[in-house]
């Protein structure tokens, strides 16, 4: 039985850290998937894609590996008073740009690859991956952290899930899912804390 399940995390957190110091962390994509319990590796593609390897067990510790191939994108967000709002970007001066900056986003999206990575043989699935981080400085050299992310995979059931009901298979999926992510998202930064000090949630 072919299933869709998607899984959602969020949340919101206080960094100890300077707000360039945590943008240049958190853009790392191997290093904090590192912390992601489920991550198996992270792989370059070029051009600030990459290419992910998870891997999570069913309650039969049956392994299922999932691909995402992902391309990031940073987007400063400057704050222009009245007078410089039809400027040109390209004609802000750095001194601009570091005075009238509120924000930084960064955006993980789905990057399409013209090769078949799938093999549901081998239990081996293609997922999409969508995310947004949004960077905010906060008084004494701290910085708030909003994340989001959801992830889409469709994937063969192993034979022992046949037997259930598929509408309750997959509202099970789908909160399960949801479930490990949220847990690995809240992993993923308390583990980062030990670089930082102290990482809040909000």
Not at 10 to 19: K, P, R, T
Not at 140 to 154: W, Y
Request: net charge negative; aromatic share 10%.
């Amino acid at each position: 039985m072919e299933m869709e399940a998607t899984g959602k995390s969020h949340g919101q957190w206080v960094f100890h850290g300077e707000f360039d110091r945590t943008v240049n962390y958190l853009s790392d994509q191997k290093k904090i998937l590192g912390f992601n319990p489920f991550c198996h590796s992270v792989e370059p593609l070029g051009d600030d894609a990459y290419r992910w390897l998870f891997r999570v067990t069913d309650p039969q510790n049956n392994p299922f590996d999932v691909v995402f191939n992902v391309k990031q994108a940073d987007e400063l967000l400057l704050e222009l008073p009245q007078e410089n709002e039809g400027i040109d970007v390209e004609e802000l001066t750095e001194e601009m740009i570091s005075e009238y900056t509120v924000g930084r986003k960064i955006t993980w999206r789905h990057h399409p690859v013209e090769e078949n990575l799938e093999n549901p043989e081998k239990y081996l699935f293609e997922g999409k991956a969508s995310a947004d981080m949004l960077f905010l400085p906060l008084a004494g050299n701290k910085t708030r952290v909003d994340f989001d992310l959801r992830i889409d995979v469709k994937f063969i059931l192993y034979p022992a899930f046949r037997i259930i009901p598929e509408q309750i298979i997959r509202v099970m999926t789908n909160a399960g899912m949801s479930l490990i992510m949220q847990t690995a998202t809240n992993k993923m930064f308390q583990s980062i804390s030990n670089d930082f000090g102290t990482v809040r949630q909000m």
